[in-house]
Protein backbone atom coordinates (compact mmCIF):
# COMPACT_ATOMS: atom_id res chain seq x y z
CA UNK A 1 0.00 0.00 0.00
CA UNK A 2 0.82 3.55 -1.03
CA UNK A 3 1.47 6.07 1.44
CA UNK A 4 2.49 9.92 1.32
CA UNK A 5 2.71 11.54 4.07
CA UNK A 6 3.06 15.47 4.25
CA UNK A 7 4.74 17.32 7.12
CA UNK A 8 6.16 21.03 7.96
CA UNK A 9 2.65 23.21 7.00
CA UNK A 10 1.75 26.65 8.56
CA UNK A 11 1.61 29.70 9.50
CA UNK A 12 3.99 32.54 8.20
CA UNK A 13 4.41 35.68 7.26
CA UNK A 14 5.16 37.14 3.79
CA UNK A 15 8.70 37.12 3.35
CA UNK A 16 9.04 34.10 5.61
CA UNK A 17 10.72 30.80 5.21
CA UNK A 18 8.67 27.05 5.83
CA UNK A 19 10.06 23.34 4.98
CA UNK A 20 7.78 20.73 4.04
CA UNK A 21 8.88 17.05 3.82
CA UNK A 22 6.77 14.32 2.60
CA UNK A 23 7.69 10.74 3.77
CA UNK A 24 7.13 7.55 1.41
CA UNK A 25 5.85 4.53 1.71
CA UNK A 26 5.31 1.75 -0.61
CA UNK A 27 7.05 3.53 -3.34
CA UNK A 28 10.77 4.12 -3.98
CA UNK A 29 11.38 7.92 -4.60
CA UNK A 30 14.68 6.70 -6.08
CA UNK A 31 12.66 4.92 -8.96
CA UNK A 32 9.28 7.65 -9.24
CA UNK A 33 8.70 11.10 -10.47
CA UNK A 34 8.00 12.84 -7.12
CA UNK A 35 6.48 15.94 -7.07
CA UNK A 36 4.16 19.15 -5.25
CA UNK A 37 1.04 20.11 -5.89
CA UNK A 38 -0.62 22.93 -4.49
CA UNK A 39 -4.60 24.04 -4.37
CA UNK A 40 -6.12 27.68 -2.91
CA UNK A 41 -9.24 28.03 -2.10
CA UNK A 42 -11.51 28.59 -5.34
CA UNK A 43 -8.39 28.11 -7.47
CA UNK A 44 -7.61 24.98 -9.45
CA UNK A 45 -4.96 22.19 -8.60
CA UNK A 46 -1.21 23.41 -9.52
CA UNK A 47 1.83 22.02 -10.22
CA UNK A 48 4.55 23.51 -8.15
CA UNK A 49 7.15 21.44 -8.72
CA UNK A 50 8.44 17.84 -9.29
CA UNK A 51 12.03 15.98 -9.74
CA UNK A 52 12.42 12.51 -11.80
CA UNK A 53 15.31 9.64 -10.98
CA UNK A 54 17.99 11.66 -12.03
CA UNK A 55 17.26 14.50 -10.03
CA UNK A 56 16.15 16.39 -12.82
CA UNK A 57 13.66 19.33 -11.37
CA UNK A 58 10.70 21.27 -12.71
CA UNK A 59 9.39 24.33 -11.31
CA UNK A 60 6.43 26.18 -11.89
CA UNK A 61 7.23 29.73 -13.13
CA UNK A 62 5.48 31.15 -10.15
CA UNK A 63 7.88 29.76 -7.61
CA UNK A 64 10.92 29.77 -9.91
CA UNK A 65 14.14 31.38 -7.45
CA UNK A 66 12.47 31.08 -4.51
CA UNK A 67 11.33 27.05 -3.94
CA UNK A 68 13.57 24.41 -3.87
CA UNK A 69 12.75 20.51 -4.60
CA UNK A 70 15.34 17.76 -3.14
CA UNK A 71 14.83 14.27 -2.35
CA UNK A 72 16.78 11.58 0.00
CA UNK A 73 16.21 8.29 -1.71
CA UNK A 74 17.73 6.65 1.35
CA UNK A 75 15.31 8.26 3.74
CA UNK A 76 12.63 7.95 0.89
CA UNK A 77 11.50 11.27 1.65
CA UNK A 78 10.85 14.00 -0.60
CA UNK A 79 11.71 18.15 0.41
CA UNK A 80 10.03 21.54 -0.52
CA UNK A 81 12.10 24.10 0.89
CA UNK A 82 9.81 27.20 0.59
CA UNK A 83 11.54 31.03 0.95
CA UNK A 84 10.48 34.57 0.13
CA UNK A 85 6.72 33.34 0.69
CA UNK A 86 4.15 36.01 -0.44
CA UNK A 87 0.28 35.49 0.20
CA UNK A 88 -0.58 34.22 -3.12
CA UNK A 89 1.29 30.91 -2.05
CA UNK A 90 -1.76 30.37 0.62
CA UNK A 91 -2.54 27.21 0.25
CA UNK A 92 -3.09 22.84 0.99
CA UNK A 93 0.06 21.55 -0.69
CA UNK A 94 -0.12 17.90 -1.45
CA UNK A 95 2.65 15.76 -1.75
CA UNK A 96 2.68 13.61 -5.24
CA UNK A 97 3.95 11.00 -7.35
CA UNK A 98 3.94 9.22 -10.36
CA UNK A 99 5.34 5.90 -10.37
CA UNK A 100 3.76 4.84 -14.10
CA UNK A 101 6.84 6.12 -16.03
CA UNK A 102 10.09 4.29 -14.30
CA UNK A 103 10.80 7.32 -12.73
CA UNK A 104 10.72 10.20 -15.16
CA UNK A 105 8.27 12.78 -14.97
CA UNK A 106 5.74 13.89 -17.87
CA UNK A 107 4.08 17.19 -16.83
CA UNK A 108 2.58 16.96 -13.91
CA UNK A 109 1.53 13.56 -13.79
CA UNK A 110 0.51 11.36 -10.61
CA UNK A 111 -0.89 8.68 -9.67
CA UNK A 112 -0.40 8.95 -5.90
CA UNK A 113 -1.58 11.52 -3.78
CA UNK A 114 -0.62 12.12 -0.20
CA UNK A 115 -3.93 14.21 2.33
CA UNK A 116 -1.67 18.08 2.06
CA UNK A 117 -0.47 19.72 4.41
CA UNK A 118 -1.80 23.85 4.88
CA UNK A 119 0.71 26.66 4.13
CA UNK A 120 -1.32 29.88 5.17
CA UNK A 121 1.22 33.72 4.53
CA UNK A 122 0.03 36.52 5.77
CA UNK A 123 0.91 39.71 4.77
Known amino acids: QVQLVESGGGSVQAGGSLRLSCAAS????????MGWFRQAPGKEHEGVGNINRNGIINYADSVKGRFSISKDDAKNTLYLQMDSLKPEDTAMYYC?????????????????WGQGTQVTVSS
Open 96 to 112: AADSTREGYCKQWGANY
Open 26 to 33: GIASSRSC
